[in-house]
């Protein structure tokens, strides 16, 4: 079976996303200077992180669902197209700064790139199927459907993690360079090229009876309480991600006073990390036939020991390593979350779900830059990278103990396909039942 990154229009796919993530790196780089020049208040630089990420968590979901229900194409290259307006908007409005109407702008676009991002992850699985779908000339077997979003996944993670590495950096230049205004043109450049790349993509999704937007929330919501695993493993990664952001105000304290390593060391943690991301959607992409639960149970733990290792170090090269460690861990075990969303997930539901996943990656950060803050001022900088070590390796054994997790009952998922336990063990790495003693395992 030949690669579905084979797929004109999966390539077409990653090729924009990795565009908008770089775009959207000089957004933010750009926002957080200007702010921060013009009232020089930390407050008004977190006012800026709440409207950008915490608020659209709370609408996504159902601007995703509003999507969902327009038959016509081009509704997600609209919401491109609205992000690109609103970031002009924005760069025109930097020449006579007011902060509400920044913050309000600001607000607007984070809940269009939230939803964006999730149904662009949807629309990256459902081309990894139809490509297979294609090559079969019918109904392939599950295991190859598995098999292409995995793929599709690994190469849109791939995209990521290059953009997490290059997209500060140049940022940066650019801001320093040429001013935050032009910074925010080339954002809204990338939103333009994105629309038009994006055209003919149709994330509608027909429900019989099920066309309202309250009613498409309501059956997402139905199928995270029918599903016990899945309605497990968003809660465990919820508890992970706000111990995994304790790291941003601890970072800079930890390299600068405890290491005593000034700018520059602080540049290598941060650098080490992200060639770890790089080399972490590597080994993902890598380790197609590994089961899900190992990879996110050992990405997880990477994370966790990397945080504890930083408690301990007793020199920058020692904490660099640390750093590249936990690096690879993020670069493992995002994408097995998705992919793992995705398995125990029906195709209709993909978007909707996608939109929980990211809420929840920008919700819950939030709540922990807020106490790793708090703790590193409480206690210290060794201190607060402990508590977050030991949290972090705590989430990882909850997804050992799910991915091993018995799953008694079939669930329905709102009246259409059902999963069976069966299925869901093999989604997150289980052996299946089988009568006969002779049983194999199944990734």
């Known amino acids: 079976m030949s690669s579905p990154l084979r797929s004109a229009r999966l390539r077409r796919i990653i090729v924009a996303y990795a565009i908008n993530r770089l775009g959207t790196w000089f957004s933010f780089v750009a926002l957080s200077v200007a702010v921060f020049d013009h009232l ?20 996504a979901p159902a601007l995703i669902a509003r999507v969902e229900t327009m038959p016509r194409r081009g509704a997600l290259s609209a919401l491109y197209l609205f992000e690109g307006l609103v970031t002009t908007g924005l760069a025109i409005l930097l020449w006579h700064f007011w902060l509400p109407a920044v913050l309000v702008l600001v607000a607007l676009n984070g809940s269009a790139a939230l939803a964006a991002s999730s149904l662009l992850r949807a629309e990256t699985a459902r081309a990894a199927r139809d490509y297979v779908t294609d090559a079969y000339q019918g109904e392939p077997p599950d295991e190859e459907v598995h098999a292409a979003e995995r793929k599709a996944n690994a190469a849109i993670n791939v995209a990521f993690s ?12 650019v801001v320093a360079a040429a001013g935050v205004s032009l910074a925010l043109f080339v954002d809204a450049a990338s939103f333009f090229v994105c629309s038009v790349m994006l055209l003919d993509l149709h994330p509608y999704i027909e429900e019989a009876g099920n066309i309202s937007v309250r009613a498409r929330l309501r059956a997402a919501w139905r199928h995270i309480n029918d599903v016990p695993a899945l309605r497990m493993l968003l809660l465990v990664e919820a508890i992970a991600l706000v111990f995994f952001e304790f790291a941003g105000p601890i970072e800079i304290v930890y390299a600068k006073s405890t290491l005593h390593a000034g700018d520059g060391g602080y540049g290598l943690l941060l650098t080490s990390w992200g060639i770890g991301v790089i080399a972490g959607s590597v080994v993902f992409a890598r380790a197609l036939h590994r089961a899900l639960g190992v990879m996110l149970t050992l990405g997880t733990l990477a994370i966790g020991l990397a945080y504890v290792a930083f408690a301990a170090a007793p020199s920058l090269a020692v904490a660099a390593g640390a750093a590249l460690l936990g690096g690879i861990g993020n670069g493992v075990q995002w994408a097995s979350v998705v992919s793992a969303v995705q398995r125990l997930t029906p195709n209709r539901l993909h978007g909707r779900l996608m939109g929980a996943l990211e809420s929840l990656s920008a919700v819950c950060p939030a709540l922990g830059l807020t106490l790793g803050g708090s703790l590193v001022a409480l206690t210290s900088a060794r201190g607060a990278f402990l508590v977050a070590g030991l949290g972090a390796s705590a989430a990882a054994a909850g997804f050992l103990s799910l991915s091993r997790g018995a799953f008694e009952h079939a669930v329905g998922t709102a009246g259409e396909e059902r999963v069976q336990p069966d299925t869901l063990r093999s989604h997150l790495g289980e052996s299946p039942r089988v009568e006969s003693p002779a049983s194999s395992r199944v990734d």
């Open 162 to 173: 290059g953009t997490f590495a290059l997209g500060p950096v140049l940022a940066g230049v």
């Open 40 to 59: 020089h208040s930390a407050i008004a630089v977190a006012a800026l992180l709440l409207c950008s990420q915490v608020l659209p968590a709370f609408v």
